[in-house]
């Protein structure tokens, strides 16, 4: 089992930056891929940055150039530092851990997930 606790959202102006943090429990944590993917109201969940457990990295088209992920394995802790926001990026952000070395865009190859930060950028 593995559990997940995310942090560091909060309300910002456009353009402003925002990290967002995601701890993991579990001494397996450096093993596996991490997501994280995000929620508007009233929208589907939808892929935002994954990171494999060698610190490779995918984004969504959205957010490439503005977003980046990394890892911290000896602190079992993921990071999203978001760049440039902007209104459309208001949403719920989770992370969530696939029992892989591999990341994927898919949520449904995430088996882990936390309880969601909220981040709300101003216009």
């Known amino acids: 089992q593995v559990q997940l606790v995310e942090s560091g959202g909060g309300l910002v102006q456009a353009g402003a930056s925002l990290t967002i943090s995601c701890a993991a429990s579990g001494s397996t944590f450096g093993r596996y891929a991490v997501g994280w993917f995000r929620q508007a109201p009233g929208k589907e969940r939808e892929f935002v940055a994954a990171?494999?457990?060698?610190?490779?990295?995918s984004y969504a088209d959205s957010v490439e150039g503005r977003f980046t992920i990394s890892r911290d394995n000896a602190k079992n802790t993921v990071y999203l530092q978001m760049n440039s926001l902007k209104p459309e990026d208001t949403a719920v952000y989770y992370c969530?851990?696939?029992?892989?070395?591999?990341?994927?865009?898919?949520?449904?190859?995430?088996?882990?997930w936390g309880q969601g930060t909220q981040a709300t950028v101003s216009s």
């Open positions: 969530a851990v696939r029992a892989s070395l591999i990341m994927s865009m898919s949520a449904s190859d995430y088996s882990y």
């Open positions: 990171v494999s457990w060698n610190g490779r990295a």
